[in-house]
């Protein structure tokens, strides 16, 4: 196991929760997303309502974020 | 608020198992280079995680700027942004049809434009002091 790489990971992740946290952000779907992309032994193993799951979380960050500002 | 990061760290770590190391260096590498090889409905579902982080980080400058805790030149940065972020979702739409189709040359082709977006994006963020830190950058 490179735990060296694990750990990188892993602090990248905390990162952006930590600035969500900060901010007071729901930092729900970083976390989320992080565990998914470190749980990556699952290959293979999605379903299609893992993947819409994840695609309507993405949809919906993409809209907030393209919204005009106030 | 270190009770919840420290939570985050764990749970991170918990994750990570030898069997998934090639997956972690696969996605430690998506979001860094174009690639050529199949878009599988797992390497869709990584970038759209990579994307949520983007998005999560970009929506949190979004939220600073609006409550007017960072300066009001804030305003116009995003706006530059969102010129590119605009962009993305007629691609993922496409992307998630080709990949779920088995087109194979048009979703790749699509991929790499939707990173190469991401990485704009990042890349101006970056350049108005946001850092936004994900996996695969």
Redesign the interface.
Same mark, same amino acid.
């Given at each position: /196991?490179?735990i060296a !790489?694990?750990? $990188?990971? =892993? /602090? %990248?992740?905390?990162? &952006?929760?930590? @600035? !969500?946290? @900060? &901010?007071g %952000?729901n930092?729900v +779907? =970083?976390?989320?997303? &992080? %565990?998914? !992309?470190?749980?990556? =032994?699952q =290959?293979?193993t999605?379903t299609d309502a893992?993947?819409d799951k @994840?695609?309507a979380?993405? $949809?919906a !960050?993409?809209? $907030?974020?393209?919204a005009p500002? +106030? | 608020?270190f009770r919840?990061?420290s939570l985050?760290?764990a *749970?991170?770590?918990s994750?990570?198992?030898?069997?998934?190391?090639q997956?972690?260096?696969?996605?430690?590498e998506v979001g860094t280079t174009s690639i050529v090889n199949p878009i599988?409905?797992?390497r869709?579902?990584?970038l759209?995680?990579?994307?949520?982080?983007v998005?999560?980080?970009?929506?949190?400058w979004?939220?600073?700027?609006?409550d007017g805790?960072i300066p009001a030149s804030c305003?116009g940065q995003?706006?530059s942004a969102?010129v590119y972020?605009?962009k993305?979702?007629p691609y *993922?739409t496409q992307l998630?049809a080709f990949v779920k189709s088995g087109d194979q040359v048009n979703a790749i082709t699509v991929y790499n434009n939707v990173m190469n977006l991401i990485t704009t994006v990042k890349a101006q963020a970056a350049a108005n002091g946001v850092t936004?830190?994900?996996?695969?950058?």
């Open positions: /196991m490179d !790489l694990i750990l $990188d990971l =892993a /602090m %990248k992740g905390l990162s &952006v929760a930590n @600035t !969500l946290i @900060t &901010v %952000k930092a +779907p =970083a976390i989320d997303a &992080v %565990k998914q !992309l470190i749980s990556g =032994a =290959a293979g999605l893992d993947l @994840t695609e979380v993405l $949809d !960050l993409i809209e $907030d974020f393209n500002l +106030p | 608020m919840k990061i985050v760290l *749970l991170s770590l994750l990570g198992g030898c069997a998934g190391l997956n972690i260096k696969t996605a430690v599988t409905r797992d869709l579902n990584q759209e995680n990579i994307a949520i982080l998005f999560t980080g970009l929506n949190s979004r939220q600073a700027c609006i805790t305003k995003i706006e969102q972020t605009r993305i979702p *993922l998630r936004i830190s994900t996996v695969g950058s």
